[in-house]
């Protein structure tokens, strides 16, 4: 099946830095999702994207929809503690089928 | 908006049981439900795709006949891990699709199901 190459597997940073982190496809996809993910919970969806080169935040987060469609980046600006946890990204190529491929994930640790 | 429950939480069960995990959508309907497995410190693994009032379409590789799916209305899903072994211990997380917002999928909490 498809699959999503999400990078970096995990970082170590400062609290109060920027993070960044992207994932790419060899196909195209229709559409972009950021999600976080606790341990012991589910993840929670941060941002969707659907347009190509759409670029979209939710406060400290910024994610962009990659012009080939076929990458996509997160954004964490100033980052606090509660940052902490695993960022998926996951995309839609299927069309109808509503199916999402998630990338391996991101695993985040801020130290204060 | 948008909330996503399951039941139980957690759960232990002997090998040769079998265990059924509820997935409630809330606050909204859903016509399509997910069922998801995920390994420690791997990513979702999708099982099976759920629409109300018919029957569940799975993955390649995961057996219909051991993971029973059924989804009787627009805000419950349930999911039957039949004759339970070991290998099968794992965290399973469902989710659900707004119907006007069909890319975008709201998680359950997650099971974490342990067989003996």
């Known amino acids: 099946g498809q699959q999503l190459n999400q990078s970096p597997q995990s970082m170590f940073i400062q609290e109060g830095e920027d993070v960044s982190m992207n994932c790419t496809s060899s196909?195209?996809?229709?559409?972009w999702l950021w999600y976080k993910q606790d341990p012991g919970e589910g993840p929670v969806l941060l941002i969707a994207l659907y347009k190509a080169g759409e670029l979209t935040s939710n406060g400290r987060l910024t994610a962009q929809f990659g012009i080939t469609r076929k990458d996509s980046f997160l954004n964490i600006s100033a980052s606090i503690p509660s940052d902490v946890g695993i960022y998926f990204c996951?995309?839609?190529?299927?069309?109808?089928?509503?199916?999402?491929?998630f990338g391996s994930g991101t695993q985040l640790t801020v130290l204060p | 908006g948008a909330v996503v429950s399951q039941h139980p939480s957690w759960v232990i069960c002997k090998s040769g049981t079998s265990v059924k995990i509820e997935c409630r959508s809330l606050?909204?309907?859903?016509?399509?439900m997910f069922w998801y497995r995920q390994f420690p410190k791997q990513s979702l693994m999708l099982m099976a795709t759920s629409n109300e009032g018919s029957k569940a379409t799975y993955e390649q590789g995961v057996e219909k006949d051991k993971f029973l799916i059924n989804h009787a209305s627009l805000t419950l899903s349930t999911l039957t891990v039949t004759s339970a072994h070991p290998e099968d211990s794992s965290f399973y997380i469902c989710?659900?699709?707004?119907?006007?917002?069909?890319?975008?999928?709201?998680f359950g909490p997650g099971t974490r199901l342990t067989v003996t």
């Open positions: 196909s195209i996809f229709n559409t």
């Open positions: 989710s659900a699709s707004l119907l006007a917002q069909i890319y975008e999928q709201y």
């Open positions: 996951a995309g839609d190529f299927s069309g109808s089928a509503r199916q999402l491929t």
């Open positions: 606050d909204f309907q859903a016509t399509t």
